[in-house]
């Protein structure tokens, strides 16, 4: 794409490593795409930091009580142990590039997506499960205010 900052899409499981002076930081990249009207369900992560980086469009992001716009060219810090979510509030797709670090959480996704894709009557159980592997607590109850505000579909629903 042209303009893109980093030259190529990531793929989900890449990693980067930064090091200036005796400090290794190890993440995980990957570029995601984010559909009109959808919101990611609110979570806190209890061993992870994020940081968003808006590629194209613009989205909408709770950290905490804060809410904030962040548009194209810019990026957003979500810490640890603090609950987040984001949406995109436009009418075409938003992508960002999203780096999690340490890296451990990106085996989340890859676990979660093969449960998902088994037809069970346990699957929530098994996410539940997931879920406290890894450090990961949802917040459903911010979705009805959020949903209702910004005209988003819900995820749950």
């Known amino acids: ?10 793929e989900l499981g890449q990693r980067s490593k930064y090091q200036q002076e005796k400090h290794v930081i190890h993440s995980r990249l990957w570029s995601l795409p984010i559909t009109p009207g959808s ?21 909408g992001v709770k950290i905490g009580d804060q809410v904030v716009t962040v548009p194209s060219g810019s990026y957003v810090f979500k810490p640890r142990n603090v609950p987040h ?22 085996s989340y996704f890859e676990e979660l997506s093969k449960i998902l ?19 990961l607590t949802n917040h459903p109850e911010w979705l009805p205010e959020l949903v209702r505000e910004y005209k988003l579909k819900n995820p749950l629903s």
């Open 85 to 106: 979510t984001f949406w995109n509030p436009g009418t075409r797709d938003a992508r960002t590039l999203e780096m999690i670090a340490p890296p451990d959480f990106a």
């Open 117 to 135: 894709s088994e037809p069970s009557s346990s699957a929530k159980r098994k996410e539940s499960e997931l879920d406290e592997k890894y450090g």
């Open 1 to 10: 794409m042209k303009g893109d900052p980093f030259g190529s899409e990531p």
């Open 39 to 59: 919101i990611v369900v609110p979570h806190t992560h209890s061993r992870e930091d994020e940081v968003t980086y808006v590629i194209e469009g613009e989205i």
